[in-house]
């Protein structure tokens, strides 16, 4: 019954390092997205997937690469990590675009 | 404007209470959602709804498609229930299906 896993829980980032947060999901869905979460604002959209091999670009896309290979994984990379990308990350799937969404425990990440 | 609206932003509650927490939206929708996130802790789905009203416990959404207006109850409320109560409606744009969120309803029950 794990879910929706993301790691690491907190990472703390120099600017212009680069880093892969690591999401995967055990239960068969095809569809997975990231989202951030900043203090006031709603979550927002990054990158989403509907299933292995296809990705597309969500709301604030700016920055991140996604990939996804297998049904089970959905890594987001920051290639070149900047302050403004100082955020909550949230990892989710859910069966197909319109089924409940499950939602990993969140990745907090400073970029100093 | 946002798409999707809560209030109130925050709430702070006695012990026993009943709670009222609303949505409002502004765009076509196929679903809504109501989550909830525990400080420091992930975001767990409450309810999903696209008419009418669903029971859970002590929880209790309705959503009103013509008013675009969703609220959610919590009866007889207890410190456990702090939290960030967010609203979420599923809308077709872009090209896509997509979450919109509210901002959160940070709810405190005081014993």
Redesign the interface.
């Known amino acids: 019954n794990a879910g929706v896993t993301q790691t690491p829980k907190f990472q703390v980032l120099k600017t212009g390092q680069s880093m892969t947060l690591q999401c995967a999901q055990d239960m068969n869905h095809e569809y997975m997205?990231w989202?951030r979460q900043d203090p006031?604002?709603?979550?927002?959209?990054i990158h989403?997937s509907v299933g292995a091999g296809i990705t597309?670009q969500?709301?604030v896309p700016n920055g991140y690469n996604v990939s996804r290979s297998t049904t089970e994984d959905f890594p987001l990379r920051l290639l070149s990590a900047a302050p403004s990308q100082t955020s909550v990350y949230?990892c989710?799937s859910s069966r197909g675009?319109?089924g409940?969404?499950?939602?990993?425990?969140?990745t907090r990440l400073t970029v100093v | 404007k946002n798409e999707v609206e809560q209030s109130p932003q925050n709430l702070t509650a006695q012990e026993g209470e009943f709670i009222t927490i609303n949505c409002s939206y502004s765009v076509g929708i196929s679903a809504l959602h109501w989550l909830q996130q525990h400080p420091g802790g992930g975001i767990v789905s409450l309810f999903m709804l696209s008419s009418g009203k669903k029971k859970h416990g002590r929880l209790i959404a309705t959503i009103n498609i013509q008013e675009k207006h969703s609220s959610l109850h919590i009866t007889a409320s207890h410190p456990r229930d702090s939290a960030v109560y967010i609203c979420a409606v599923k809308s077709f744009s872009g090209g896509y299906n997509k979450l919109i969120f509210g901002a959160g309803t940070r709810l405190a029950v005081h014993p």
């Open positions: 997205s989202y006031g604002m709603g979550l927002r959209l989403y597309d969500g709301e949230f989710a675009e319109t409940q969404a499950f939602f990993g425990q969140g």
